[in-house]
T-cell receptor, first 119, second 113 residues
């Protein structure tokens, strides 16, 4: 159990285009999902917290107009990188936490990640 | 602010040896959770072990165990009888309340045959 999928696993796009990445919890409902960015040989940096049915909460320094997050259902969150540029090239990872939004005991489960390359 | 520090960027041991990865953290919260995650070359993050701060007993999961020293804010991971499949990046992480995870910088562990 507790499987999280991401689609696509990798994507190459041209500068100026938009790219959508999907994160799905396959066997549980996730009121909260998280989006991370990971540069090569570095740690995961949280970009935003996505709560079902409400606006995402972005970390300091993350442009919310550039990284659009939608969490329309309890099993799906999407990250759209708008007007992508080469510096947006990175590995994007989502995670999902089962249970109530107020629960403090549930573990986060991670998706396999999406490698984005912007030419 | 909550911080997590892993002071060992890389470690390397022979297969079947025991290895300990270090992690220190800082938080002003009383209730929090500590985790070790493994990221193999596939880059899939895998939960290795978790520890609730209110529990004094150290968590164990088969060959993996932790040494949780709350007063010292230390949370080390011990891998016994290491296997080639243990080769990966290991991240220590802290979470408080229902909030986000904060990760350490990671330790790249290589198990040599």
């Amino acid at each position: 159990g507790a499987v999280v999928s991401q689609h696509p696993s990798w994507v190459i796009c041209k500068s100026g285009t938009s790219v959508k990445i999907e994160c799905r919890s396959l066997d549980f409902q996730a009121t909260t999902m998280f989006w991370y960015r990971q540069f090569p040989k570095q740690s995961l940096m949280l970009m935003a917290t996505s709560n079902e049915g409400s606006k995402a909460t972005y970390e300091q320094g993350v442009e919310k107009d550039k990284f659009l997050i939608n969490h329309a259902s309890l099993t799906l969150s999407t990250l759209t990188v708008t007007s992508a540029h080469p510096e947006d090239s990175s590995f994007y990872i989502c995670s999902a936490r089962p249970g109530l939004a107020t629960s403090s005991t549930d573990t986060q489960y991670f998706g396999p990640g999406t490698r984005l390359t912007v030419l | 602010a909550q911080t997590v520090t892993q002071s060992q960027p890389e470690m390397s041991v022979q297969e079947a040896e025991t290895v300990t990865l270090s992690c220190t953290y800082d938080t002003s919260e009383n209730n929090y959770y500590l985790f070790w995650y493994k990221q193999p070359p596939s880059r899939q993050m895998i939960l290795v072990i978790r520890q609730e701060a209110y529990k004094q007993q150290n968590a164990t999961e088969n060959r993996f165990s932790v040494n949780f020293q709350k007063a010292a804010k230390s949370f080390s991971l011990k891998i016994s009888d290491s296997q080639l499949g243990d080769t990966a990046m290991y991240f220590c992480a802290l979470r408080w309340g229902a909030q986000k995870l904060v990760f350490g910088q990671g330790t790249r562990l290589t198990i040599n045959p």
